[in-house]
C-alpha cells in the first residue's frame, strides 16, 4: 500500500527548511558557520532555570506543573507578559493573552485562521522562511508587501480577486527582520496600517526579535501604533506575536499571541485541538526566570550580540569586493548580503563549503516566489570575534574568486 498515494493535496507544498537541512552538513570539522540563526547557547541562564523548575516540581506546585492545563496557558505567565506588553503601551487583559508552543505556532495557526485556498497573504521580499512554510499548507497565492505605499490598496484588492481570493493579511518582522535584520521604520508601519484598513485585512506582527535593539530610537510596535489610533486593543486589526526563544530559551518552546478577544478565543479552539495546551512546567519556569531576571539577562545578551554585530560589519567593510552590499541592522541576529547579479548564494555556498568551509544561508528560499538568487544571510549570534573576523575573509576570498 502506497499511503502516500492518499495524502491530502496540501502536502505537495510543505517543503523542508533549507536552514535545517544545511545545518546537517555542519558537523564537518572545522566548518565556520554563519547559517544558524540560533541564540549562543552559553548565554541561556542555566542555573536560574535549574532553580525554577525545581521549585515548579516542589511538593507545593508539582500537581499543577504535571497536570493538564487550560488552553490558553499559564495565567502568571500571561499576567507578566500583559506587564510587558504595557511598557510597550500596549495595555492589555491576559483574555487578550494566548501562550503557544513557540511564536512558529501562532504563525501556523494564524494561516489556519485566515487562509483559505487561493486568498493573498502580503509578505515581505524577502521574508522570514519559516512564515512561508506555516502558511504553504494552506494554500495563499503570495503578494510583495511593500512598506512605503508604492502599490496601491486597490492593486493588491485587484490582483487577489484575478488569483481567486482576497488578500487576508499582510505579516512582516517590523524590528531587525530575519532574514535582511532591517527594521521598518515609524511611517513604513503606519503605510501596513493604512493599507490593512483600505484591504479590511488583518496585519501579523512577528516581533521575534523586538527585544534585541543594540542601538538606535525604538520604534512603536505597529499594534502600539494601531491602538494609539482606535483607543481600544477589540478594535484593532493587528495581531503581535512574541517569544522567548531568541531572549531566555528556544528549547522550551513558548511563544505568545496578543489580539483582540475573538481572534484568541478562535485561536484558542485551534490549541485545543492541536495539543490541548503548551507544556505547563516549562511556562511555569519561563515565569520564574522571566519575573527574576528578565530585563538583566536581555542586556547581557545585547551586550554580546551587539559586539558580535560590530565586528561583522568591521569584517565585511574590510574583506568584501566592490559590488557586494549589505545591511546594518540596529538590532537581532542578521546581516543580508546581496550580490552581484550574476551570481547565485546556492552555487556560491557550494564553493565556500569545499574551499574554504564557511557556510551561510543562501537567500532565494526567503523569497515566496524563489526569484532572487543574488543574496545571501549571515548570522552573528553564535560566532566568536575571531570566528567572524576569519570567517568573513574567507567568504571574501571566495565571493572575489567567483565574481
Same mark, same amino acid.
Given at each position: ?91 492589555? %487583559? ?59 490598496? #486597490? ?19 517590523? %524590528? ?17 496600517? #493604512? ?95 522571566? #519575573? ?76 515566496? %516566489? ?34
Amino acid at each position: 500500500m502506497a499511503l502516500q498515494q492518499m495524502f491530502a493535496g496540501r502536502t505537495e507544498r510543505m517543503k523542508a527548511s533549507e536552514i535545517r537541512e544545511l545545518l546537517k552538513l555542519l558537523d564537518q570539522p572545522g566548518i565556520t558557520s554563519f547559517a544558524g540563526g540560533i541564540p549562543d547557547p552559553d548565554l541561556f541562564p542555566a542555573d536560574a532555570f535549574t532553580d525554577a523548575f525545581a521549585q515548579a516540581l516542589s511538593p507545593k506546585t508539582q500537581s499543577v506543573a504535571l497536570q493538564y492545563s487550560v488552553s490558553e496557558g499559564y495565567l502568571p505567565l500571561r499576567k507578566w507578559i500583559a506587564g510587558q506588553m504595557a511598557k510597550i503601551d500596549v495595555p492589555c %487583559d491576559p483574555e487578550n493573552i494566548l501562550i503557544t508552543s513557540g511564536s512558529q505556532q501562532a504563525l501556523d495557526y494564524l494561516g489556519k485562521l485566515f487562509l483559505s485556498p487561493q486568498d493573498t497573504a502580503l509578505v515581505g521580499w524577502p521574508t522570514y522562511m519559516g512564515a512561508l512554510g506555516a502558511f504553504n499548507p494552506y494554500e495563499p497565492v503570495y503578494g510583495q508587501l511593500s512598506v512605503n505605499g508604492n502599490r496601491s490598496a #486597490e492593486d493588491h484588492a485587484a490582483q487577489a480577486k484575478a488569483d481567486g481570493g482576497r488578500v487576508k493579511f499582510a505579516y512582516l518582522s517590523a %524590528d531587525f527582520a530575519n532574514p535582511t535584520g532591517e527594521t521598518v521604520d515609524q511611517r513604513g508601519r503606519e503605510s501596513v496600517l #493604512e493599507l490593512a484598513e483600505a484591504l479590511d485585512c488583518a496585519v501579523i506582527e512577528d516581533a521575534a526579535y523586538q527585544a534585541l535593539r543594540y542601538d538606535g530610537d525604538p520604534v512603536p510596535s505597529i499594534l502600539a501604533l494601531e491602538l494609539a489610533r482606535k483607543g481600544d486593543l477589540e478594535a484593532c486589526r493587528t495581531i503581535y506575536c512574541g517569544s522567548f526563544s531568541k531572549t531566555l530559551s528556544p528549547g522550551l518552546r513558548v511563544g505568545w499571541v496578543v489580539a483582540a478577544k475573538p481572534v484568541i478565543s478562535q485561536l484558542v479552539l485551534m490549541k485545543q485541538a492541536a495539543d490541548l495546551h503548551s507544556a505547563t512546567i516549562n511556562q511555569m519556569a519561563i515565569c520564574t526566570v522571566a #519575573e527574576s531576571i528578565f530585563d538583566s539577562h536581555v542586556q547581557t545578551v545585547r551586550n554580546v550580540y551587539s559586539e558580535r554585530r560590530d565586528c561583522m560589519l568591521a569584517a565585511l567593510e574590510m574583506h568584501m569586493p566592490e559590488g557586494v552590499s549589505w545591511t546594518k541592522p540596529q538590532g537581532g541576529m542578521f546581516v543580508w548580503l546581496t550580490l552581484p547579479a550574476h551570481m547565485d548564494g546556492a552555487e556560491l555556498l557550494d564553493v565556500a563549503l569545499d574551499t574554504e568551509k564557511v557556510a551561510f544561508v543562501p537567500g532565494k528560499a526567503f523569497f515566496a %516566489d524563489g526569484s532572487v538568487a543574488n543574496s545571501l544571510r549571515l548570522s552573528f549570534s553564535c560566532a566568536s570575534p575571531e570566528m567572524i573576523q576569519d570567517g568573513i575573509r574567507r567568504l571574501g576570498r571566495v565571493i572575489r574568486a567567483t565574481m
